[in-house]
């Protein structure tokens, strides 16, 4: 089965793993002891998160490490990235309308 990031960042267990590992290099199990969930549980999310490219895993020994790889996360910020536009600008509307309301209320007191 063909993965993307779109598929690693749509489980919220997957997005937990991303933010721990993003700010340094965690073991396999360092990672497992954060989740209530059980080890194999972690390393299916790990082994899907591998596969689109989001971790690396680099054996050391015995443990295995994950390092985050964050330019593959790069298609989903810029596909997010135009929406965000999209919802600035209606902020933007609603704010200046509720302005606008405001000023009229002040004036009819």
Not at 55 to 83: H, M, S, T, V
Request: aromatic share 8%.
């Amino acid at each position: 089965m063909r993965r993307d990031v779109f598929q690693a960042i749509a489980d919220p267990v997957r997005r937990d793993i991303i933010e721990l590992v993003s700010n340094g290099s965690l073991t396999v199990n360092d990672v497992a002891q954060q989740f209530e969930i059980s080890r194999p549980a972690i390393s299916k999310h790990i082994k899907i998160l591998s596969e689109c490219g989001i971790i690396d895993i680099n054996q050391k020994g015995r443990e295995r490490f994950c390092l985050i790889q964050p330019q593959n996360l790069l298609p989903a910020f810029l596909w997010i990235e135009q929406y965000k536009r999209l919802w600035e600008d209606k902020i933007d509307s609603f704010e200046n309308y509720l302005t606008t309301l405001q000023s009229k209320n002040k004036q009819n007191e």
